[in-house]
C-alpha cells in the first residue's frame, strides 16, 4: 500500500479507518492493540514495524468521554534521543499521535 517511509499519521489514519470499516478488527484492536496492529502492519506497510518496548493503547472515545494525549515530559539536561524516539522522527517510524481519538484535527 504505502511505498518508502510512511508517517505516523498515514499509519495511525490506516488502523482507525480500518477499525471503523471492520468490527472483528476494531475488536482485536481494543482486546490486544500490539498484536491486531503488527499483524496488519506486516500486511498493508510491511516496511513498519512497532520497535520492541513500544505499547500501544487503544481505548473508544464515546460522545461523553474526551481523552487528551500528553506528550513525555522534557528530559532532564540529556540532548540524546532514545532509539525509539530518533526512529520516530527520523522517518515516522511507528504508530502514535491521534490514534484512538479525533483525528480530524491531526
Do not use: H, W
Not at 32 to 44: D, F, H, R
Not at 47 to 71: F, M, R, T
Not at 88 to 97: E, I, M, T
Request: proline share 6%; with cysteine; net charge neutral.
Amino acid at each position: 500500500m504505502a511505498s518508502g517511509k510512511s508517517t505516523a499519521k498515514e499509519l495511525s489514519d490506516y488502523i482507525v479507518n480500518k477499525a471503523a470499516r471492520d468490527d472483528a478488527f476494531r475488536q482485536k484492536l481494543i482486546a490486544n492493540p500490539n498484536a491486531a496492529i503488527s499483524t496488519e502492519l506486516a500486511v498493508a506497510f510491511p516496511q513498519v514495524k512497532i520497535p520492541a518496548g513500544v505499547k500501544i493503547n487503544v481505548v473508544e472515545q464515546s460522545a461523553d468521554n474526551v481523552y487528551i494525549v500528553l506528550p513525555p515530559k522534557p528530559r532532564a539536561k540529556s540532548d540524546e534521543l532514545s532509539d525509539v524516539e530518533l526512529d520516530v522522527v527520523a522517518g515516522g517510524y511507528g504508530v502514535s499521535g491521534c490514534m484512538g481519538y479525533n483525528t480530524t484535527s491531526c
